[in-house]
Each structure stands twice: as C-alpha cells, then as structure tokens.
C-alpha cells in the first residue's frame, strides 16, 4: 500500500539506473494494458460474486472519499487488472551497515525515495543480492497496492480482493489520499499521513457497524503497544550503534545479533505475552531484522503520534485537517525552507 515512482517518464544518467526506468516503465504500462473495463469484468461469467461485490464496494469508496473531500472525481479504479503473481510489486530497502538509515534515490520532481520497487520479484533479488556484495543491508517486501501520485489512472489490482470491507476501504482512502496530497521528498510524512486518514475514514465510514468496530480497535490497540514497543527497542539500538560502531559488515550483524538475542526478542516476547498473544502470533518474533527492515518499519511508523496529536490539538475534521496541510504545505514552499515539511509542521 506503498507510494511507488512513476518512473518510466523520467530521463536520468546512469546505465544502471536507465535500465531500471526502463523496466519499471514497461511493468507500469503492462499494468495500464491489462487493464479491463469494470462494465466487462462485471458481466464476466468467470469472474465470482465475491470478486464483483469487491469491484462495486472500491467504486463507492472512490466517490465518497471525493464527495467527502468535495473534490473532482478521476478516473482512477476505473479498470481492473489480474495478476499473475501475489504482490503487485516488491520494495527492496537498503540501509548502510554502521546505522540504521536507508540508502535514498533522487528522482526529479518528486525528490528522494527511501526504496527501489520492482515489478519483476527476480529483480528485486538481482538489486538486493548487489547492494548486499557492497556491504549494505537489504530488506525486500511484497506490496499489494501502490499510488502513481495521479500519474497513471491506477488500476484495481487483484490483489485488492484478499482485504475485507474494512481492510478494503482503510485500503481505498490511503491510496487516495496520495492522490490528493504529496510532500516532495518526505516519504515517512506521506505514508503516515495516508494512513491516519485512512484509517480514520474508514472508522466514520463504518461507523454504524459498532461491535465490529470495537473488535478491530482492541487489535488496533495491542498492535500500536507492539509498534511503540519497536519504535523504542529500534531507537535503543540506534543509540548503541552511535556509542560503538561496527567497522564491517561482518561486525555489524555480530553486534546486530546480539542486541536481537539478548534484549529485542525478549523484550518483544514479554510485551507480547503481557497482551495475551501467542507466540506464534507475535509478527516481530517471526520477521527477520536487520538495518534495512529496522529503517522499513521506522518509515511508516515514527510520524504516526505527531499527526494524530496536530489534529487533536486544533480540533480539526478530517476535512478542516486536510485543508490545513495544504494551506501550510503552500506557506512552506514559498517561503523556501531548508528544513523539511515535517519539521516545519512541527515547530508551528
């Protein structure tokens, strides 16, 4: 549910990276000629109910996050493209192996990336197994959904149909969301963003459906204590490697392993049992955690607090909060501030 370049459009130098835009710009539009016209896939006597029901749910979606915002409806999730894989495409992150930031790519308009994706998974193996042999962490994820900034009419993709209601259209109003608003150059800003407002759509979308509600917000609940967990046990390890840091790559998953042995996994663990998960339930446990996926998970997770406390301190709908952003975000970029948008946020 990740933002992903569109980069076929862009001329860069470089051999390695043309090749790169080149491929990524003819899975784009491998994905764009796929695509089939809702009316046909809909009166399609091979495509199930469920499927179809999944189709006409994302097309009330889409109109109501527009109505919502009261903006002009695009055509985006007009068409639906069948994968022939599970993921839509998969992100590769790459962190160097003396602390925990992610190696960032520069594309022109759009600023730096903290992740490559691919549309062929063999690439993202090819591209990690590279970045590994110069001494980097890697870590590569397979991503269900992803937002062209309004570039391309994004399909609905296959990959759509394995989310319940809930999941769909907490799915839905975050890639929109993209499409509405954009920080060059501030990924960790964008996603969290996108996903405060989609979730908190979804809440007031469903919000008749209480008992529902209240079941999937006591998971919420335990699963925000996991990630505040991680966030802290992450920064904990930040802070070390600053205090001693490793010389070699070698050295660096010594020291790694053991801070993973002796205080991440135990800690985790506890947190886990203290709120009566099982083990084998506990994700954190089950992932593997180097530099990479440490600054994957930091990504998504470290604006989270800021954005929903901003909200809360001026009283804000989401409709008044999205009006505010883009009023600020106008203010900063005419006023050409060597910070970025989220520091600026910060310090209002």
């Known amino acids: ?203 007031e979308y469903f919000s008749k459906d209480q008992e529902t509600l209240q079941e999937r917000t006591k998971k919420r609940e335990n699963s925000k204590k996991i990630r505040l967990a991680l966030v802290k046990l992450i920064n904990t390890y930040k802070e070390e490697l600053k205090n001693k840091q490793p010389e070699t790559i070698d050295q660096s998953f010594i020291q790694l392993n053991k801070y993973l042995k002796e205080t991440f996994y135990p800690s985790i663990k506890n947190t886990c049992n203290d709120l009566g998960i099982e083990k084998k339930k506990c994700y954190p446990l089950k992932r593997k955690w180097n530099h990479a996926s440490f600054s994957a998970f930091m990504t998504y997770e470290k604006k989270g607090e800021f954005i929903k406390n901003l909200r809360e301190r001026n009283n804000f709908t989401l409709k008044q909060y999205l009006l505010f952003l883009e009023n600020e975000y106008q203010k900063y970029k005419n006023l050409d501030l060597k910070k970025s948008f989220s520091k600026y946020l910060e310090e209002l």
């Open 1 to 203: 549910m990740k933002i992903l370049l569109v980069l076929s459009i862009f001329f860069l130098s470089g051999c390695a990276k043309f090749v790169y835009l080149v491929e990524q710009g003819i899975g784009q539009l491998s994905l764009q000629w796929k695509g089939k016209k809702i009316s046909k896939v809909l009166k399609d006597p091979e495509v199930s109910q469920k499927i179809k029901s999944k189709i006409k749910d994302i097309g009330t979606y889409k109109t109501h996050f527009y109505k919502y915002f009261e903006r002009k409806e695009t055509d985006i999730y007009s068409k639906v493209t069948f994968l022939d894989r599970d993921a839509v495409t998969y992100l590769v992150i790459v962190s160097y192996f003396d602390k925990v930031e992610p190696l960032k790519t520069s594309f022109p308009f759009y600023g730096k990336f903290p992740y490559l994706g691919f549309f062929k998974e063999k690439s993202a193996f090819k591209y990690a197994d590279k970045m590994k042999k110069k001494k980097y962490h890697t870590y590569k994820r397979p991503v269900q959904a992803y937002s062209t900034l309004g570039n391309f009419e994004d399909r609905i993709l296959s990959t759509f149909f394995e989310f319940d209601q809930y999941d769909l259209a907490e799915l839905i109003f975050h890639e929109l969301f993209h499409t509405v608003f954009f920080v060059k150059s501030n990924v960790d800003l964008n996603e969290n963003l996108a996903n405060y407002f989609g979730k908190e759509m979804m809440r």
